[in-house]
């Protein structure tokens, strides 16, 4: 008989659909609380330790999503994103030590979808997976329903179907959120958005604690596609800048 799992969140999930993450943390201590979480939530869960243990596992396990830590022993975990991401497209959440705009935007730019700063409450950890998640089955189910023609703003084209973005006719590569965001973006143009409703929107998370996260994929998302086509509103949110009439 085939076993179903009941998860905090309420959820149940048979033990064959149970969906794979890989957890990659050195520290012995949080992997085992990361992982016996996502266990309680319905996940299969396997760990590692350092970067070629995670590349290994990953190619071997084929793992539904990624919670990847920055600062690995062997090569780090951005390089672990590089090489995850060459073999098949993963989610990926990055955990990072430091409050570090920067480390944040490389990771960002190497296929990271989302990021947390240590440390971070587990219930938050388990409620971004099971965002990333959905957010992959709603792409799939994007892409198997089709929409008629492309969005042209100005020399910005968006692609729906093919979820493909084009900036002056060339091919700009953008990660799951930063095509679902440049498409809550595009879907009021030159309307001014908070950062609490991208974050409701796009990442279907509630909690304003996130917004510095809508921040740094904004940033990813102006250089990629011209910074000039988004605009800051101070202290309220963004807005997508289209042409003139």
């Given at each position: 008989m085939e076993q179903t799992h009941i998860g905090p969140n309420g959820a149940a999930a048979s033990a064959g659909a149970q969906r794979r993450v890989l957890v990659v943390e050195d520290d012995r201590t949080i992997v085992d609380a990361i992982a016996a979480r996502l266990r309680a939530e319905g996940f299969q869960v396997r760990t590692a330790g350092d970067g070629p243990a995670a590349v290994d596992?990953?190619?071997?396990?084929?793992?539904?999503?990624?919670?990847?830590?920055?600062?690995?022993?062997?090569?780090?975990?951005?390089?672990?994103?590089?090489?995850v991401q060459a073999q098949r497209p993963v989610p990926v959440l990055m955990l990072t030590a430091r409050d570090d705009e920067t480390d944040m935007l490389v990771g960002l730019g190497v296929g990271a979808d989302d990021y947390m700063t240590k440390p971070f409450s587990m219930r938050e950890l388990a409620?971004?997976?099971?965002?990333?998640?959905?957010?992959?089955?709603?792409?799939?189910?994007?892409?198997?329903?089709?929409?008629?023609?492309?969005?042209?703003?100005?020399?910005?084209?968006?692609?729906?179907?093919?979820r493909r973005v084009r900036v002056r006719g060339a091919d700009v590569h953008l990660t799951?959120?930063?095509?679902?965001?440049?498409?809550?973006?595009?879907?009021?143009?030159?309307?001014?958005?908070?950062?609490?409703?991208?974050?409701?929107?796009?990442?279907?998370?509630?909690?304003?604690?996130?917004?510095?996260?809508?921040?740094?994929?904004?940033?990813?998302?102006?250089?990629?596609?011209?910074?000039?086509?988004?605009?800051?509103?101070?202290?309220?949110?963004?807005?997508?800048?289209?042409?003139?009439?």
């Open positions: 596992t990953a190619e071997a396990w084929q793992p539904d999503l990624l919670v990847l830590d920055v600062m690995l022993p062997g090569f780090d975990g951005l390089e672990v994103c590089r090489r409620a971004r997976v099971h965002v990333l998640l959905r957010r992959v089955e709603r792409a799939a189910l994007a892409a198997h329903t089709p929409r008629s023609g492309i969005l042209r703003l100005g020399e910005l084209e968006i692609d729906h179907a093919q799951p959120t930063e095509f679902d965001l440049l498409v809550c973006l595009a879907n009021t143009p030159r309307a001014v958005l908070s950062r609490e409703q991208l974050l409701a929107e796009v990442w279907d998370w509630a909690d304003a604690s996130g917004t510095r996260t809508v921040d740094s994929h904004i940033k990813a998302l102006r250089r990629k596609i011209g910074a000039e086509r988004i605009r800051t509103v101070h202290g309220v949110g963004y807005a997508l800048e289209t042409p003139a009439a």
